[in-house]
């Protein structure tokens, strides 16, 4: 089994596998080749690859030379132009989303696999990448946040007088909500959060949040633990509450998602106005719409004294623990396929393989996905 790990394009930071991850496969015999530099913004040389047992190649010899490719982001036009039908296709690519893409995978006849669509079922959980990144996004929201706004995030009783905690609101309780959640309570702040899935209540309160319920939330329960859509009746309601914590908040941040779907929009221009100037704002949910109107995607923009930030990515600037956690979900799933003599087997009757897997043959095959694009 050959595997080549290319090198990302663009402001990514991140390599889908370090060293280390490297080594782990080398050790069972698969031969890897990495592209030349792939793992600088991250911090690993290709000595380092080299010393893992690795081969550093161009991108060229990495594609043509490996059964089976590995990324983060999806294969750039020219990546896309030097791969051959046939080979396996690893990475993350939002195939819910990105129709037109998948479209021309499947065209192209790769076999492919995006780990953000990867089964949320407890034997997946070390593979998903998802909960890594929303981990470090969660993290890093909340560092980025108290770095921003005009005051500190503790409570502190001075000689010169006494600082009150800074009052956070966090929009989603999911994995990056809750990491969200954690974070502030560490550094002190009071924090509020509001979330449709009752299910997550103790969670939040368990880490030090006052879990704020709006009534009438529809929980589907058949929706695999995420959230769905919500009445207009109950949107409004929540719109309601939220705007009264929000103008009370010096941050507010927001990581409410429904998978395959735009982003609920939960923080109107009205309510951002009414908010403290100086207050903050950071948006998690930035890449697919926003919770809060006015957000831009990739982007800081100061609105009536309100900063509000606009980064869904923030494990590109971690990028070497972040790797190391995508790495580890990589191995975890390549587990599934290679053996321990480095043999590969696709087994399709395992449920992660299936669920994992977008295009196979020429066709479609992820089932949730198909039904997406038949709606
Ligand atoms: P997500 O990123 O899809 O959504 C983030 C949060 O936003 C969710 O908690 C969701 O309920 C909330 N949300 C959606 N609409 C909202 C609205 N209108 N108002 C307020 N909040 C709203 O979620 P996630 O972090 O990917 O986690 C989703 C679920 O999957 C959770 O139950 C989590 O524990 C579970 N999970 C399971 C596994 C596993 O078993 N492998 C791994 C990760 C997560």
């Not at 596998?17 to 080749?33: G, R």
């Not at 995006?114 to 993290?139: C, E, F, H, K, W």
């Not at 002190?188 to 509001?194: D, H, L, P, T, Y």
Request: glycine share 8%; hydrophobic share 45%; net charge neutral.
């Amino acid at each position: 089994m050959v595997i080549g790990v290319l090198k990302e394009a663009g402001s990514e930071k991140r390599v889908a596998l370090l060293p280390e991850a490297v080594m782990t496969l080398t050790k069972i015999s698969v031969t890897v080749m990495v592209e030349k530099d792939a793992g600088l913004k991250a911090f690993a040389a290709n000595a380092d690859y080299e010393a893992a047992g690795a081969k550093i190649a161009s991108k060229s010899e990495v594609i043509s030379g490996s059964e089976m490719l590995i990324k983060i982001n999806p294969l750039t036009d020219e990546e896309f132009q030097l791969i051959n039908s046939g080979k396996i296709f690893l990475a993350q690519f939002n195939p819910l989303m990105n129709h037109q893409l998948v479209k021309k995978i499947a065209e192209k006849n790769l076999t492919s696999f995006s780990l953000d669509v990867i089964p949320r079922t407890s034997r997946a959980q070390a593979m998903d990448i998802l909960s890594s990144m929303a981990t470090v996004n969660g993290y890093k929201a909340v560092l980025t946040a108290a770095n921003s706004i005009p005051k500190f995030f503790p409570m502190f009783m001075t000689a010169a007088g006494t600082i009150t905690p800074a009052k956070v609101l966090i929009l989603g309780a999911g994995v990056a909500g809750l990491q969200a959640i954690a974070t502030s309570r560490k550094l002190g702040a009071v924090v509020q959060v509001f979330d449709v899935r009752a299910a997550v209540k103790e969670e939040v309160i368990g880490l030090g949040g006052k879990f704020v319920e709006v009534e009438g939330a529809v929980d589907d329960k058949s929706a695999g633990g995420y959230a769905v859509e919500q009445t207009e009746e109950f949107k409004k309601r929540q719109a309601e509450a939220i705007h009264n914590h929000a103008i009370k908040s010096d941050v507010v941040l927001c990581t409410a998602q429904i998978p395959g779907k735009k982003a609920p929009l939960l923080l109107k221009k009205e309510t951002v106005e009414s908010m403290k100037p100086g207050a903050v704002i950071v948006d998690l949910a930035a890449s697919t719409g926003g919770n809060c109107e006015l957000t831009k995607d990739g982007e800081t923009i100061v609105h009536n004294g309100v900063t509000i930030i606009g980064n869904s990515n923030f494990a590109i600037d971690m990028p070497s623990d972040a790797s190391k956690m995508f790495g580890k979900n990589i191995l975890n799933f390549l587990n599934l396929m290679i053996n321990n003599k480095g043999e590969f087997n696709l087994n399709w009757e395992d449920d992660i393989i299936k669920g994992t897997c977008v295009t196979h043959n020429r066709e479609i095959v992820h089932e949730r996905l198909k039904s997406l694009i038949n709606q």
